[in-house]
């Protein structure tokens, strides 16, 4: 079988999934795109020489009854409302992260979810499905280095665009390692606080308040002390290590491979300097799965609605901390036994 999709927000990495979908993941068929801004699309298609239909708003895309499933690329504030749309439109959706900004847009997403009465929808968090990470949650859930006491985490950037604001380092950056070490650990976050260091004078943001680096400390139900370094303007490359440190031993996400190369007195090797390579792998296998599932007839099994929601109440009481300077709670809603099943 082979499923129609639509991809709404065709921005960094919509380009980079409309690529992906059209020419390296089998079971779907891309047949239509959409961004507001006038041209975006349209140019993408031709970049890619890709004649698909190009919408001007993503209920159009929704409406068209071709598309079976909505892919949403769209920017951090428009996800809620897209993902809602489609559920309502009984359409699977593969939202990329975050779901949504804050825990109540979360809700209505779960909300439309859970009216359709199955799972349609899986949250793009594609470290679950990385190598390294995969490894690691193997290692911890075979007890090969015991039980697992802290962890020390840096999720570094080369450098951000120029809108980026101290909060989209929780929501948009450090929400990755939120729900990555939530699915390793098996465990759930009990309260967080962020410290800022002192800061660096090479960060560049448009009204000049970015507050670069972070640094994340997140407590776990089951005594687990996680900190995270967030430094979104590093300068020195895309730099993503997880160290867990266990009672019989200390286990390391690997870098991506690199040839070392030995010359002029020096060893040197390559370090990555965006996302799209250093992901890219778990990128196609999250959507190969999904897909894989789907034609299958079976629900995905990826990050869901209430991974989602999980991840905003973290985020929220981070932002709370960047603003209080306090250690903050993590409150939030029972599960609904529909994310149980
Ligand atoms: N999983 C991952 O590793 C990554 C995830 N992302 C996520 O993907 C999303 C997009 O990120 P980027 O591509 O970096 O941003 P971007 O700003 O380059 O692209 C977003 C696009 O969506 C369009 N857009 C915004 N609102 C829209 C609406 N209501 N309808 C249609 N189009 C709309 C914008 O015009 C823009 O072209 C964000 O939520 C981000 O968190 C981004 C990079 C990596
Ligand atoms: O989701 C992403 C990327 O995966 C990067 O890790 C982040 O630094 C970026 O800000 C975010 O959009």
Request: charged share 30%.
């Amino acid at each position: 079988m082979t499923l129609k999709a639509g991809i709404v927000g065709i921005g960094f990495i919509g380009v980079d999934h409309l690529k992906r979908l059209a020419n390296s993941i089998s079971g779907v068929e891309v047949v239509a795109v959409c961004d507001n801004v006038p041209g975006k699309a349209q140019k993408a298609l031709d970049d890619l020489d890709l004649k698909l239909k190009d919408y001007d708003h993503f209920q159009k895309l929704i409406d068209d009854p071709e598309v079976e499933v909505v892919v949403i690329t769209a920017s951090n504030e428009a996800h809620a409302d897209i993902a809602v749309a489609a559920l309502e439109a009984d359409k699977y959706v593969f939202c990329e992260k975050p779901l949504a900004l804050n825990a109540d847009d979360c809700q209505r997403v779960m909300e439309a979810e859970q009216k359709t009465g199955k799972k349609m929808l899986q949250v793009g968090f594609m470290r679950r499905y990385d190598a390294g990470y995969k490894r690691l949650k193997e290692v911890v859930d075979n007890g090969e280095i015991g039980e697992p006491l802290m962890l020390h985490c840096r999720h570094y950037n080369q450098s951000q665009v120029a809108d980026y604001k101290t909060a989209r380092a929780i929501y948009e950056t450090l929400i990755h390692e939120i729900d990555v070490l939530h699915w390793l650990l098996d465990d759930d976050y009990e309260q967080v606080k962020v410290y800022f260091p002192r800061q660096s004078s090479l960060v560049k943001s448009d009204d000049g308040r970015l507050k670069d680096p972070q640094v994340i400390v997140m407590e776990t139900t089951k005594g687990i002390n996680i900190v995270v370094e967030v430094f979104v303007n590093c300068q020195y490359g895309y730099d993503i290590n997880c160290d867990i440190t266990g009672e019989t031993g200390l286990a390391q996400l690997p870098n991506p491979a690199s040839v070392s190369i030995r010359k002029d007195a020096k060893n040197s090797t390559d370090i990555l300097v965006d996302w799209k390579e250093r992901f890219e792998e778990a990128y196609d296998v999250e959507f190969q799965d999904f897909f894989d599932r789907l034609n299958n007839n079976e629900d995905p099994t990826g990050p869901t609605s209430w991974d989602g929601y999980l991840a905003a109440i973290t985020a929220d009481a981070c932002v709370k901390s960047q603003v209080s300077g306090k250690t903050e709670l993590v409150k939030g809603a029972k599960k609904p036994e529909f994310y149980n099943a």
